[in-house]
């Protein structure tokens, strides 16, 4: 049910969000018995974002990963088609873009976060010329497909930030689609194709990471960890790189980004954040409970977790915050999140492996045989194919555990 704010409305679990995050936990609150749970969300339109790096490497399009948001709000909850622009925590109210407001018992936050263009001066720019793009936005997925499609010679630069991006090992899937891509046309050897990643490593699990490694120098890959893009120049089609060893600089024909993340500002402006957290929802990243107000929760790419920001991690985030609300009302034990998140990293056009792991980075597996921290076909087709009906058909149903 779509409604307009009118005057005011109190819930008894308001969710701020309709991703992944916030459907999730609004589904799962209902199963779980929840008679009042109400979703703020503006957008009309609902994206399996995890398909966006397929659709980047030429394996999906759009409308594969797209549905109306009506039809993946679940039964019973009560949707407002608004934005948030604040929140008072003292009165437990949400103030809406429309001027409304509404009140509840517990909220949970999970707004999602966007690009800081701002972080990288002239990377926008860059993008708007045509030989750099991203796919962590969405009207720029199929143009990076064409983009890195059609070179056929000269220097292809990928650069993956480690500030807040939601699942950043998978900005390496349009690298490796590409560079297999260019390897089954011929052209592999013409082209230098440089990785340019923030973090010390590809992924946090040190088996997985071994194997992206020897992937990428498969490939001819140069890798740079520990090295981050300061800024671009879109005109001379030029990266300058901050590295262990100093400033550096590359000339590029294509430029891939997975650019750096930020909350939105209102976070901030509310008093829900922390010097700590970066800007992002301040919660304990154990309970996920807010750490100064007992009603507010969070999770999803908002919130300060102290893991990796992934799809993958929200099916262990959900049940913990749904439990977690009933608990504080009844002074039950609350459940715990050990930080469990999940990199799935294409290493060719048919193989694909799944680095599960804890905040520790000690590996988390969901099976013990086979080995899925290894490049396997048939994990391909399950994170193509399989992974997008389980989502739209069980997790924004509610139907985690």
């Known amino acids: 049910m779509v409604s307009i704010v009118t005057g005011p409305h109190h819930h008894d679990v308001l969710v701020v969000g309709g991703g992944n995050a916030g459907i999730s936990l609004a589904a799962k609150l209902r199963r779980d018995g929840c008679r009042d749970v109400a979703i703020v969300e503006p957008k009309d339109v609902h994206e399996y974002r995890p398909l966006l790096s397929y659709v980047a490497g030429g394996m999906a399009t759009l409308d594969d990963l797209r549905r109306p948001q009506a039809e993946a709000m679940p039964r019973g909850v009560r949707w407002y ?145 520990a090295t981050s893009v300061e800024s671009v120049d879109g005109a001379s089609r030029r990266v300058r790189l901050r590295t262990p060893d100093g400033p550096d600089e590359i000339r590029y024909d294509t430029l891939y980004l997975a650019p750096p993340h930020r909350a939105p500002g209102w976070l901030a402006s509310s008093g829900l954040t922390s010097p700590e957290s970066d800007g992002f929802l301040a919660v304990d990243p154990v309970t996920l409970q807010h750490r100064d107000h007992a009603t507010v929760w969070g999770l999803g790419d908002a919130a300060e977790v102290d893991a990796l920001p992934s799809g993958g991690a929200l099916r262990k985030q959900v049940p913990v915050v749904a439990h977690n609300i009933a608990a504080r009302r009844t002074g039950a034990t609350m459940r715990h999140y050990d930080g469990y998140s999940v990199g799935p990293v294409t290493t060719s056009r048919t193989q694909l492996l799944l680095a599960e792991f804890d905040r520790q980075g000690r590996k988390e597996p969901t099976l013990r045989v086979p080995d899925l921290a290894r490049p396997r076909r048939s994990l391909l087709v399950f994170d193509r194919y399989v992974e997008p009906q389980i989502y739209w058909r069980r997790l924004l149903r509610g139907k985690v555990s």
Not at 108 to 114: D, H, I, K, N, T
Not at 178 to 197: K, N, P, S, Y
Request: net charge negative; glycine share 6%.
């Open 81 to 225: 088609r608004d934005a948030v622009t604040s929140i008072d925590p003292a009165r437990s109210a949400v103030r809406l873009a429309s001027g409304g407001e509404l009140t509840y018992s517990d909220l949970a936050v999970c707004p999602g976060s966007q690009v800081d263009w701002d972080a990288v001066p002239g990377a926008q720019d860059a993008v708007r010329t045509g030989a750099a793009s991203t796919n962590y936005l969405p009207e720029h997925a199929p143009a990076t497909w064409e983009m890195l499609s059609a070179l056929t010679s000269g220097t292809a630069v990928f650069a993956i930030s480690d500030r807040h991006v939601p699942c950043a090992p998978v900005g390496l899937k349009p690298l490796f689609l590409a560079a297999d891509h260019w390897r089954r046309t011929g052209v592999l050897d013409a082209i230098t194709v440089e990785l340019v990643v923030e973090a010390d490593r590809l992924v946090d699990l040190d088996e997985s990471d071994q194997e992206l490694r020897a992937a990428a120098a498969e490939y001819g890959v140069r890798v740079r960890t």
